[in-house]
C-alpha cells in the first residue's frame, strides 16, 4: 500500500511522435525546434530496462529495471561495463530501491531506513547514512545527488516524526513545507536543509493540490526545481551552502490537464478525483548547449482515459495517447518553443550526455519491429 498513491503519478509516463514545435520570442523571431535521431546504440541484453542517469566523466549510462534492483552500465557504444543485481540479504543488503542513479561515478541507490549506498563493479564502496530516523512512501525517478564545498545533497527523506495520512489535509500541507533538499557535511555528518518551497509558492495555499516528487538538475551556481504535478519551474541561486529562491518560471503547456484540487478538510477525496483522469506531470529538466528543455506529458482528460479502455499492466494504451514533449527555453528563461515531441517509442526517464545529446531508452512494445536487446536513442535539438 505504500507506493501505491504515488503510483499514480510516477507512471503517468509517456511517448510521442517526432516533428517540431515554435513559439515566438520577445524579439518576434520565430524558431522551430525538433528532436531529431542522430544515432542508435543496441545493448546485447534480453529483457526490459530503462534509462535512469549518465556519468559524463566515464561516459557511461545506467538502466535499471523498473524495480531498480537489477541494474546495467554500458559505454556510448553499448558494450556492458557492469551488470549487477542487489542483494536483499547480508551485509550490504538493499532493502528497498526506491532511487538510482550516479553520484561521483558510483551506482547509487536510496536504501532507507540506511541511507544511500555505494556501488562499483557491483560492490559496495561506501554510504551516505541518514543520521536521524526517517521514513519513504515513493521511488524517485531522479536521484538527483551531487557534491559541493565539502557537502553531499540529496533528496531529503522525509522524517519518522511526520505524521502520514493521506485522508487528512494537513499532511499534505506538513509535506510541502519540509525542505525538499538537504545537504549532509562530508567531515561531520551533519545534515542541514538547504531548499523549500518558497512561501510565494501556490502550492502552500490551504488545499491539497497534489503529491509532491520533486525533481530537479543543477546547472553552474543554478538550480531548476519541478514539483512533478503542476507546469512550473522553480528556479533556485547557491549562496553559501544554500539555495535563495529567484523566481517561478511558468511553462505555458496548450492542453495540459491539471490536477484536481481539493479543499483541506476533504482531501480523501484527491486520489478518488484525480483517478478519473490522468493528470499532466513535468517529468525532468535538462540542459543541453545555450537551451534548458522541460520534459513533460500534458495529462488525458476524463473522457480521454474512458476510451483507453480497462488499464493493462504495461500501460501502453496511455502511452501512445500521453506522449513526451520537451518545452524549450533560453538561459534567460524565454520559452521558445512548446510540445517538441521525442520519437514514438521513446521511454522515460532521459539524459544529456557531454555531446549535449538527449538520451533515451527504447520501449520495446510501442515499436512494430523487434530488436535483439535494448535501443538507446541520440537525439539532437534542432533549431531552424
Same mark, same amino acid.
Given at each position: ?53 549518465? #556519468? ?35 551485509? #550490504? ?118 503529491? /509532491? ?24 541561486? =547557491? ?7 529567484? =523566481? ?9 490537464? /491539471?490536477?484536481?484540487?481539493? /479543499? ?14 490522468? /493528470? ?49 527555453? #533560453? ?54
Amino acid at each position: 500500500m505504500k507506493l501505491q498513491f504515488t503510483h499514480f503519478f510516477i507512471c503517468s509516463i509517456a511517448i510521442s511522435l517526432l516533428s517540431c514545435g515554435e513559439k515566438t520570442e520577445n524579439n518576434s523571431i520565430t524558431k522551430s525546434f525538433s528532436l531529431e535521431i542522430t544515432d542508435s546504440v543496441q545493448i546485447d541484453y534480453m529483457g526490459e530496462m530503462m534509462l535512469l542517469d549518465y #556519468d559524463p566523466k566515464a561516459d557511461k549510462y545506467l538502466l535499471a529495471t523498473d524495480s531498480y534492483y537489477e541494474y546495467l552500465e554500458v559505454d556510448g557504444d553499448g558494450k556492458i561495463l557492469n551488470h549487477n543485481k542487489f542483494n536483499q540479504d547480508g551485509i #550490504d543488503a538493499v532493502g528497498q530501491a526506491l532511487g538510482l542513479g550516479y553520484f561521483n561515478g558510483d551506482v547509487t541507490v536510496f536504501n532507507p531506513p540506511e541511507g544511500y549506498f555505494r556501488f562499483q563493479d557491483s560492490s559496495k564502496v561506501g554510504e551516505v547514512t541518514i543520521p536521524y530516523p526517517h521514513q519513504a512512501f515513493m521511488m524517485y525517478p531522479k536521484l538527483g545527488m551531487f557534491e559541493s564545498e565539502g557537502k553531499i545533497y540529496y533528496p531529503k527523506p522525509w522524517p519518522e516524526t511526520l505524521a502520514v495520512n493521506f485522508e487528512e489535509g494537513e499532511f499534505y500541507q506538513a509535506l510541502l513545507h519540509l525542505p525538499i533538499i538537504e545537504a549532509q557535511d562530508m567531515e561531520t555528518g551533519d545534515t542541514l536543509g538547504v531548499l523549500s518551497l518558497p512561501e510565494s509558492s501556490a502550492l502552500l495555499d490551504d488545499e491539497v493540490k497534489g503529491f /509532491p516528487i520533486p525533481v530537479y538538475t543543477v546547472d553552474g551556481e543554478k538550480l531548476l526545481l519541478s514539483m512533478w504535478f503542476t507546469p512550473e519551474i522553480y528556479v533556485y541561486n =547557491k549562496v553559501g551552502g544554500k539555495f535563495e529562491y529567484e =523566481k517561478t518560471v511558468d511553462v505555458d503547456i496548450p492542453g495540459w490537464i /491539471p490536477t484536481t484540487s481539493v /479543499p483541506l478538510d476533504k482531501a480523501e477525496q484527491f486520489f478518488t478525483e484525480n483517478q478519473k483522469k490522468r /493528470p499532466g506531470n513535468l517529468t525532468n529538466i535538462l540542459v543541453s548547449g545555450d537551451y534548458f528543455i522541460a520534459i513533460y506529458n500534458r495529462g488525458l482528460s476524463e473522457e480521454e482515459k474512458a476510451q483507453l479502455g480497462p488499464p493493462t499492466r504495461d500501460g501502453l494504451a496511455a502511452r501512445k495517447k500521453d506522449p513526451n514533449y520537451a518545452a524549450i527555453f #533560453d538561459k534567460d528563461f524565454n520559452q521558445l518553443a512548446t510540445n517538441v515531441p521525442f520519437p514514438i517509442t521513446s521511454n522515460f526517464p532521459n539524459v544529456v550526455n557531454k555531446k549535449g545529446e538527449l538520451v533515451v531508452s527504447k520501449v520495446a512494445g510501442l515499436s512494430e519491429t523487434e530488436d535483439d536487446g535494448i535501443v538507446l536513442y541520440k537525439l539532437k535539438l534542432v533549431s531552424k
